[in-house]
């Protein structure tokens, strides 16, 4: 475990910072490992298990606190084949996340303010006072509106830019980042790698669970793909139940083998609905080289990922361009 490239052993205290927790995980008994399984979970920040496959797990920003990392393997049928593993440690605040200084900060600003009204009502001395006061507060106002319209801004701009179910970026950002991943592609020279990914039989779970579960199965499958990822890769939402994934700087070996990962991960997920169990399989395309142009690079992708789902679904299938 490390937190702002610090290494975190159990009873640890590490200074908060804004860098993610990253965990590595793995089981010591590699007999069968093709039917086991991690489950974990942060106590301080989640209290349900979360089942997966993957042997790197990423928290990002946490907030100052005490933590309890815990984790275990379990087999297919669910059932638990290790003990709890766990790991304690501590996120120790900065000066300015103090709550003591916070309200300091409250209380001076709470005097300041009576003693500015105290100053108003007995009145100022003169008109040039009173009319720097008048400024004074009109600039006020005018930052908190500027502050308002900034953060609405920032928050259209979010909206507009990702996808409301899953936060992952829209179809048309991801097609954006495509096309600039292309250009640099060819400028530098450098192999670039799209992976896209159609979940199987999506409607009979909509059908068999409902559009709740459906929905939460995408969440839940965008979370893997987004923890699958490197910090410079891309993942959107292409479309309905299909994903897009960027991998700057991946060869045709190195692509097809993240495709192989995620799909295991995928299949090993396992979705809790109400008090029902979803497992989920997903087909893979890959398109893998040195595009010249990002249409034809999708498309390439998509005949792969046509070719997986008459393979019988639950598959990669790699392309060369």
């Known amino acids: 475990m490390s937190f702002g490239g610090q290494e975190i052993e159990n009873a640890a205290s590490v200074q908060w910072s804004a860098n993610s927790l990253n965990i590595s995980i793995a089981a010591l008994n590699f007999r069968n490992i093709e039917h086991l399984h991690f489950r974990y979970r942060l106590l301080g ?71 500015l009204w105290r100053l108003r009502i007995r009145g100022l001395q003169v008109q040039k006072q009173q009319l720097e006061l008048a400024v004074q507060h009109r600039t006020e106002d005018l930052e908190r509106e500027k502050s308002e ?61 409902g559009h709740l579960a459906g929905d939460l199965a995408l969440k839940e499958m965008g979370a893997i793909f987004l923890r699958s990822t490197r910090p410079y890769d891309w993942v959107g939402r292409y479309g309905g139940e299909e994903f897009l994934l960027i991998l ?41 080289g040195f595009p010249t142009d990002e249409g034809k690079l999708i498309k390439t992708a998509d005949g792969a990922l046509y070719a997986a789902k008459a393979n019988g679904r639950n598959c990669v299938v790699s392309t060369e361009v």
């Not at 000066?95 to 003693?115: D, E, M, T």
């Not at 192999?191 to 909509?206: C, E, T, W």
């Not at 990962?261 to 979803?278: C, F, G, K, N, P």
Request: hydrophobic share 40%.
């Open 248 to 288: 700057p700087g991946s060869n045709y070996a190195a692509a097809r083998v993240r495709a192989e990962e995620l799909r295991m991960a995928v299949e090993s997920a396992r979705i809790t609905y109400v008090d029902r169990s979803i497992q989920i399989t997903a087909s893979f395309g890959v398109a893998s």
């Open 149 to 209: 319209l900034l953060r609405a801004r920032e928050q259209m701009r979010h909206y507009a830019e990702h996808d409301d179910l899953t936060g992952l970026w829209n179809h048309r950002i991801i097609v954006e980042r495509l096309r600039a991943e292309v250009a640099k592609s060819q400028r530098e020279r450098t192999p670039l790698s799209v992976i896209l990914v159609d979940l199987d039989h999506f409607k009979q779970i909509n059908d068999t669970f």
């Open 45 to 115: 920040l989640e209290k349900e298990w979360v089942d997966t496959s993957d042997e790197m797990i990423r928290y990002p920003r946490l907030e100052p606190g005490d933590y309890r990392f815990q984790a275990t393997t379990a087999d297919d049928s669910g059932e638990e084949v290790s003990s709890v593993a766990e790991v304690d440690f501590h996120i120790t605040p900065r000066w300015w996340q103090n709550q003591f200084l916070s309200w300091a900060l409250i209380l001076v600003c709470a005097f300041g303010a009576a003693g």
